[in-house]
Nanobody, 115 residues
Framework: QVRLAESGGGLVQPGGSLRLSCAASGSIFSFDFMAWYRQAPGKERELVASIIGAYSKSYANSVKGRFTISRDNAKNTVLLQMNSLKPEDTAVYFC?????????WGQGTQVTVSS
């Protein structure tokens, strides 16, 4: 069983930054796939960034160069540093991990980019 808890969302002005954190508990391993998804109102959930191990990272085209995913295995935490935020980044952001035991999601954290 894996539990994920996101934090760090909030209201930020365009051009600003936020750092999201996902704390994982349970059967998490340092090489497990972990990812951030987001879902805006009226839209499907989309993959924002993913990481396998410490160095294999992937990003959606819409966030490349602005967002950075990283993990701290000692703390079982995955971070999403978001810079140069745009209004279209407004969404609920979810943490996700997949392993042979299952597909796990956090409850989500709201990010609102508005002036």
């Amino acid at each position: 069983q894996v539990r994920l808890a996101e934090s760090g969302g909030g209201l930020v002005q365009p051009g600003g930054s936020l750092r999201l954190s996902c704390a994982a508990s349970g059967s998490i391993f340092s090489f497990d796939f972990m990812a951030w998804y987001r879902q805006a109102p009226g839209k499907e959930r989309e993959l924002v960034a993913s990481i396998i191990g410490a160095y294999s990272k992937s990003y959606a085209n819409s966030v490349k160069g602005r967002f950075t995913i990283s993990r701290d295995n000692a703390k079982n935490t995955v971070l999403l540093q978001m810079n140069s935020l745009k209004p279209e980044d407004t969404a609920v952001y979810f943490c996700n991990t997949k392993n042979p035991a299952g597909d796990y999601w956090g409850q989500g954290t709201q990010v609102t980019v508005s002036s």
